[in-house]
């Protein structure tokens, strides 16, 4: 691995990998600032594959088409990602793709896309689970940007302006912190060259963050939605947890392995699903950001099962709060855990997002081994002592069920 500054001050990293067909390319924007109208960074994000002041949509679809090149762009919760993929032979190509899209982006389509946004986000929104857990987040994350889900954002877009999309756009470009990470087989010297020719015009800034900070979770809070067609109860419970920076990172990674993203080995799936019969889906996430950090179980079941499936969240929550788990449970938590994790930097893709997502978060591009090395370390005590950290804590429930059922659980007022 090589870190590389541009000579505009813009980090690289360059990891050279023989051997391997294709070459990714990430390019990391940094979200500084709350966005002042919800859905506008999403939007913009859409709009940079719609059309440049030298290439149509439909000339850089065809571009992309006939040299085989892999383009997604991705707004996220604090960084816009642009990443491209492509044979080894065309990186001059894709760099100049990309450097088209930061350089001349025109948002002339801006209306349209408004349109398409509002139809695909109502029609996710038919969704009951996604109506539930974009609650989740709004309520886990009031008033912040974090909780921004698809109804904010289908009521705020029709009054974005291209004048509102430029604004952010040159912000983005001109006062943003940004990094490159490459993954592949090349000559290095001549990639530093077109690097150093299709960045030139970014620029580095010192500003600081200054979005919002995440307000203090004080007390419980049950939200529901009554959707009487629903033929199943979706539930989220879920409380703060550790940011990315968090040294809890490694010991919630592998609560979150026992508890409920190991599959079929969880004790939530084990319990829930396999003695119970309450489920087909039931698990637990751990999503840790720059500004903080949440964990969540999940549950979609009968309607008439809502009280007998929180219990069960109850009776495994407590479980782990107040037992010591076996040496062989930690021990096959971390071989699942670290074994998910080898898998992320089986390819160049992988490689490249997770070598510059790291560093991009002041982490150091190498974090990943770290954290493989302190998940190993990490004792039946240290769970213990992380699961009473967070799960004492205040906690959100989001509930979407027909009324009679929210009702029955005793989660509706009559």
Known sequence: MEKYTLANGIQTLIKYNKNTPRTAIVVFIKINKDERKAGLYYLLTQLLIQGTKTKSSEELADILDENALDLSIEKKSDYIKLRIVCLNEDINIALEILDDILENSTFDDYKKEILKVKGEFESDLDSAKTQAQDNYYRIIYRNHSYG??????IDAIDTITKEDLLNAYNELKNKSQKLISVAGDFDTNKLKQALEKH?????????QDVRKKVEPLEENIISTIEKEDANQAQIFQGWRAGNVYSEDYASLVLLNTILGSSGLTSR????????????????SVFEPYMLSGTFYVYIATEPKNIKTSLDGFKIEINKIMNEIITEEELQNAKNNAIGKRQFYKENNIGEAFL???????????????????????????????????YFAKSHVLSVLAPREHLLNANLLKL
Not at 199 to 207: A, G, S
Not at 272 to 281: C, H, N, P
Not at 355 to 376: R, S, T
């Open 355 to 389: 070598n510059g997502y790291y560093e991009f978060l002041g982490l150091d591009c190498n974090f990943e081994e770290k954290l493989i090395e302190n998940i190993k370390s990490i004792t039946k005590e240290q769970i213990l002592s992380t699961a009473n950290k």
């Open 199 to 207: 960045f030139k015009n970014l620029q580095i800034t010192t500003e």
């Open 268 to 283: 939530l799936f084990l319990e829930l699903r396999e003695k119970q019969g309450l489920a087909y889906t039931v698990r």
């Open 148 to 153: 921004i889900g698809r109804q904010e954002i």
